[in-house]
Structures are given as structure tokens and as C-alpha cells.
């Protein structure tokens, strides 16, 4: 069994900042891409941004910019640095990962419960 757990969602003002943090665990052998995502009231769900295991990361348009992706591969673990945020960067946040799992090897798409971030003065 695995698991995403996200955390660092909250209330920020217009241009503050939040970091994200993912962290994958359980019986893992491998965490290839890990990503957010992001899903606002009455909008489909869509990529924020999304790190592979060697680095490359791939970003949004709408976050370019203002927006960074790392990970720490030792510690299964994405996170989500978010400045210069704006009321439209409000949503629930997600982190997904494909994951394989330790024998008998299994590979799962997974997905954390979401975090809320609401940006508005």
C-alpha cells in the first residue's frame, strides 16, 4: 500500500507566498514524475507543474514564473514553492505520482487528498 500525503495548503494574501510538500510512502520501490495539480470551483482539474526523477520539470503557463518545483528524491518527497499568488491561484492542490511498488511489483497511479489554498485579502 502507498500513499501521498500533501500539507502546507492555508488563507494567503495577494502576493504572498505558500510551499507545498508531498511526501510518497509505503512499499515503494520507484517514483518516476511526481506533479500538482490543481482543480478551482467549477473548473476541471488541471497541471500546475511536474518534476522526473532526474530533474527536468515542466510548468504551467499560467504559473511560470511565480511557481517552482523540486524534489527530494531520498525522501519520496515533491514540494511546491508558490510566490507572487493571485486570488485565481485559489484551488484545491493535488499531488499525483506513478508509482511502483516493491515485489510483487505493481505499478498505481497515485493521488494525495488535496490541499486547499485560498488566496484573497
Known amino acids: 500500500q502507498v500513499q501521498l500525503v500533501e500539507s502546507g495548503g492555508g488563507l494567503v494574501q495577494p502576493g504572498g507566498s505558500l510551499r507545498l510538500s508531498c511526501a510518497a510512502s509505503g512499499s515503494i520501490f520507484s517514483v518516476n514524475a511526481m506533479g500538482w495539480h490543481r482543480q478551482a470551483p467549477g473548473k476541471q482539474r488541471e497541471l500546475v507543474a511536474e518534476i522526473r526523477s532526474g530533474g527536468s520539470t515542466n510548468y504551467a503557463d499560467s504559473v511560470k514564473g511565480r511557481f517552482t518545483i523540486s524534489r527530494d528524491n531520498a525522501k519520496n518527497t515533491v514540494y511546491l514553492q508558490m510566490n507572487s499568488l493571485k486570488p485565481e491561484d485559489t484551488a484545491v492542490y493535488y499531488c499525483?505520482?506513478?508509482?511502483?511498488?516493491?515485489?510483487?511489483?505493481?505499478?498505481?497511479?497515485?493521488w494525495g487528498q488535496g490541499t486547499l489554498v485560498t488566496v484573497s485579502s
Open positions: 499525483n505520482a506513478p508509482i511502483v511498488t516493491l515485489p510483487p511489483s505493481t505499478y498505481l497511479e497515485v
